[in-house]
């Protein structure tokens, strides 16, 4: 029975999302159980396709991207893939009709990972959002669960805290992407003579889309809202963690939140969840 390949699959996607982050793992325990396996399924796909460029550098990343595009939309085309993970995506895709647009763009932004170094503000604009807010919009159509309006009216929300989780994660990930792979993602920034006036100017601009996602969090359906604050929480620790810190700081090593302290931030979450203090 297909059944049971499906349900490998989605094992083999929530396997990737364990491996890979533990944040997520535990911000998606929190959505209501419809709505876990879809997660999961968009998770693993995104993972890997980032996977590719970050990490494959002994390979051909040029041919495994396109490989894995061809693959992804083979396997939405005919509702299968003998790849776990794409198999586990395409089911996401055709079950909650995702626009194939959205994936187009995302690996857009990953193909511009394969070259580009140093991204002016179109560019930089043009990335965060193929590799953040159109994966805040896959997301969005499994929580909205077809309902269309609510997905346009939530649209901005979804991609302004997509946005805000990127660029806190070019903040977490300076040392890896500058001083790993030469990438500079930031526009305008000599990250070698990053000063604090900069890195303010920057946490500022993150501020913006940060203050705009919460409003839209407050505004999703119960049973999607907690996951997602959840993942707002643990985010907004992480940011005031790189706020406090000196940008020479940033650049040494990739900033951390323990296990323990999400824990306590994940239980607290609960508890303002569940008085209805969003």
């Known amino acids: ?25 535990l911000g998606i325990k929190f959505l209501h159980r419809d709505f876990q396996d879809p997660i999961y399924g968009i998770y693993g796909f995104v993972r890997f396709a980032d996977e590719i460029v970050d990490t494959f550098h002994d390979f051909n990343k040029k041919e495994l991207l396109d490989e894995f595009r061809h693959d992804t939309y083979k396997s939405i085309e005919r509702g299968i893939s003998l790849n776990p993970v794409l198999n586990s995506f395409q089911k996401v895709v055709n079950d909650f009709q995702i626009d194939l647009k959205l994936i187009d763009t995302f690996l857009k932004s990953m193909e ?23 994966v805040g919009l896959m997301c969005l159509k499994v929580f909205v669960k077809g309902d269309q309006k609510m ?46 006036q900069t890195k303010t100017a920057l946490e500022n601009d993150i ?8 409003e839209g969090i407050k505004l999703l359906p119960k049973d999607s809202r907690f996951g997602v604050y959840v993942a707002y929480i643990y985010y907004r620790q992480l940011f005031k ?21 999400k824990v306590a931030l994940f239980a607290s979450s609960y508890l ?6 969003l």
């Open 112 to 134: 511009m990972d394969l070259n580009k170094k140093a991204y002016d503000a179109e560019g930089y604009k043009e990335y965060i959002l193929g590799s953040a807010e159109v």
């Open 151 to 196: 997905y346009e009216d939530l649209t901005p929300y979804a991609m302004a805290l997509g946005s805000a989780f990127q660029k806190i994660n070019f903040l977490r990930d300076l040392h890896a992407d500058y001083l790993g792979m030469g990438r500079v993602y930031f526009p305008n920034v000599e990250l070698s003579k990053l000063d604090t």
């Open 1 to 25: 029975m297909k059944q049971l390949f499906d349900n490998v699959s989605l094992r083999t996607s929530k396997m990737v999302t364990n491996s890979y982050s533990t944040s997520f793992s």
């Open 207 to 214: 501020e913006i889309d940060f203050n705009k996602g919460l």
């Open 241 to 261: 963690k790189i706020k406090s810190l000196k940008p020479e700081r940033i650049l040494e090593e990739r900033i951390r939140i323990p296990d323990t302290q």
């Open 272 to 277: 303002r969840h569940s008085f209805n203090l």
